[in-house]
C-alpha cells in the first residue's frame, strides 16, 4: 500500500513562489515508481502538471514549464514541486501522484490547495 502526503500550498500573490511537497509511505524502494503532480482548478477536470521518473527525468505541461519545477529526493521517498512566477491560473488544489512501473498502479493523496491572487 502506497500513502502520499502533501504540504505547502497556501495562498500567495501573482509572481511569488511556493514549494509543495509530497511524502510518500510504501514498502518498496521508491525508485519503482513515476512520481509527480497533477492539478484541478475550481470546475474544471485534473489535469498534468509533470511528472518524474525514479532516475529523474521530468516531463511538464506547457502551460508550467519554465516556472515550475519537479523533484525528488528517494532516499526521503519524497517528490517536491517549486512554482515560481505564480499567476492566478494556477489556483487549483494540487494532487500528488505516484505509479508503480510495472503494474502499473496509480496512487493520490488527499490534495493542497494553491490559490495565486491578482
Known amino acids: 500500500q502506497v500513502q502520499l502526503v502533501e504540504s505547502g500550498g497556501g495562498l500567495v500573490q501573482a509572481g511569488g513562489s511556493l514549494r509543495l511537497s509530497c511524502a510518500a509511505s510504501?514498502?518498496?524502494?521508491?525508485?519503482?515508481?513515476?512520481m509527480g503532480w497533477y492539478r484541478q482548478p475550481p470546475g474544471k477536470q485534473r489535469e498534468l502538471v509533470g511528472i518524474?521518473?525514479?532516475?529523474?527525468?521530468?516531463n511538464y505541461a506547457n502551460s508550467v514549464r519554465g516556472r515550475f519545477t519537479i523533484s525528488r529526493d528517494n532516499a526521503k521517498k519524497s517528490v517536491y514541486l517549486q512554482m515560481n512566477s505564480l499567476k492566478p491560473e494556477d489556483t487549483a488544489v494540487y494532487y500528488c501522484?505516484?505509479?508503480?512501473?510495472?503494474?502499473?498502479?496509480?496512487?493520490w493523496g488527499q490534495g493542497t490547495q494553491v490559490t495565486v491572487s491578482s
Open positions: 501522484y505516484a505509479r508503480q512501473i510495472v503494474s502499473r498502479n496509480e496512487y
Open positions: 510504501m514498502n518498496t524502494v521508491v525508485t519503482v515508481y513515476t
Open positions: 518524474i521518473s525514479g532516475g529523474g527525468s521530468t
